[in-house]
């Protein structure tokens, strides 16, 4: 592929990393961080303001008709700023699901909202020890009457305090999978809150005999298999890009400081152990940057991109967590001062390594398809 961006794909992540940047400094972070809905909404209104929220949205609904790479490039910014905004499950898991297999009517009640800044979406699609691409989700949706009744629990949830609606994969029969848009204010649906290592909130959902209507089916029930498909893919993509930010903003933050810092005299940028460390995480965080770029242009051009994905989320898990370990070596004590800004990009770091499954996993999935030649699916 041709790794240049054209000149709309480089506006869009300028502005973005502009209003992020001029939003977001350290103190306002830190204010954030003390409030309990940890969610920057002015920063949220602006990115609508730019039409950033409905960048990769359908022009028929007013969005600007572009795709995932787009979504990924802000998602970029979003990583470079640590910002809290919910912009991976609102826009990539939700609202982009929706425009693909949601009907007229719920393409018309959700994604106008969304690019407004006026609606947060979330799924839930993240299960410790399941595969849901598999449909091995612990979560059952029976028929019940025109409707269904849904059972069961869902954990990892991101913005469901923000959120109107959650994408829910479930068990529709022993060999189909569905996804259903669930209000989390339903009666039925218990909410526990979750802290994470980034200190953004996640979500245990516990359903109980929660009634919705046909009209809360996304898709055909007996085919959620292809959209929980279609949006693992891009979700996990999603959170190679937002690594990308992550790490390259932490290598900046250190190329600053060790610039600066001097021992023996001499600034210690200029020791040869320093320089070499630096280099090592330079190259991961430029092979993490391309390896989610390909991935994106794969799937944006309808190419088979599993493999290409799952070269991603290696180079995300595995690299971006030897770069904020290398910035964390190279700032010595000061790096774990948490009024100094390292700290959150080391957090951001290994939290989106735990999100992809972690380096070893993939890399053996990685491994077999080598040794096999079998397709592998990604999953996020």
Aim: aromatic share 6%; hydrophobic share 45%; with cysteine.
């Amino acid at each position: 592929m041709d790794f240049s961006l054209s000149d709309e794909q480089q506006a869009i992540g300028e502005l973005a990393g502009q209003i992020l940047t001029e939003k977001l400094p350290a103190e306002r972070l830190r204010a954030i961080e003390a409030t309990t809905e940890r969610m920057a909404d002015d920063v949220w209104i602006e990115l609508a303001k730019a039409n950033l929220l409905g960048i990769a949205l359908p022009e028929d609904v007013g969005g600007s008709g572009f795709g995932i790479l787009e979504a990924c490039l802000v998602l970029e910014q979003i990583g470079r700023t640590v910002a809290p905004v919910p912009y991976l499950p609102t826009v990539v898991l939700g609202a982009m699901a929706i425009a693909e297999f949601g009907t007229e009517a719920q393409r018309r009640r959700d994604l106008p909202g969304v690019i407004d800044g006026e609606v947060v979406l979330t799924a839930a699609i993240a299960e410790e020890g399941v595969d849901p691409a598999l449909g091995a989700t612990p979560t059952t949706a029976t028929r019940d009457g025109d409707g269904w009744l849904l059972d069961g629990q869902r954990q990892f949830v991101p913005a469901v305090h923000l959120a109107r609606r959650v994408l829910v994969p479930a068990r529709t029969g022993d060999d189909t999978l569905g996804v259903f848009l669930v209000d989390p204010a339903t009666p039925g649906v218990e909410v526990t809150r979750l802290e994470t290592t980034t200190l953004e909130p996640q979500f245990l959902l516990t359903f109980s005999g929660v009634r919705l209507g046909g009209e809360d089916v996304l898709g055909d029930p007996s085919s959620g298999a292809e959209t929980l498909t279609w949006m693992l893919r891009r979700g996990t993509v999603a959170l190679c890009a937002t690594q990308a930010g992550v790490c390259s903003a932490a290598l900046r933050l250190t190329a600053g400081y060790v610039s600066q810092r001097e021992q023996f005299g001499s600034k210690i940028a200029t020791f040869q152990a320093v320089a070499q460390r630096a280099a090592d995480a330079y190259i991961d965080s430029e092979a993490v940057s391309l390896t989610w770029r390909q991935a994106a242009w794969r799937l944006a051009e309808g190419l088979d991109a599993d493999e290409a994905i799952a070269v991603a989320k290696f180079w995300a898990a595995d690299g971006g967590q030897r770069v904020v370990h290398a910035a964390q070596h190279l700032h010595g004590g000061i790096g774990v001062d948490v009024d100094y800004p390292l700290h959150r990009y080391f957090r951001w770091a290994k939290q989106l390594e735990l999100s992809l499954g972690g380096s070893t996993q993939q890399l053996r999935r990685l491994g077999r398809l080598l040794a096999s030649d079998e397709p592998i699916t990604s999953r996020a």
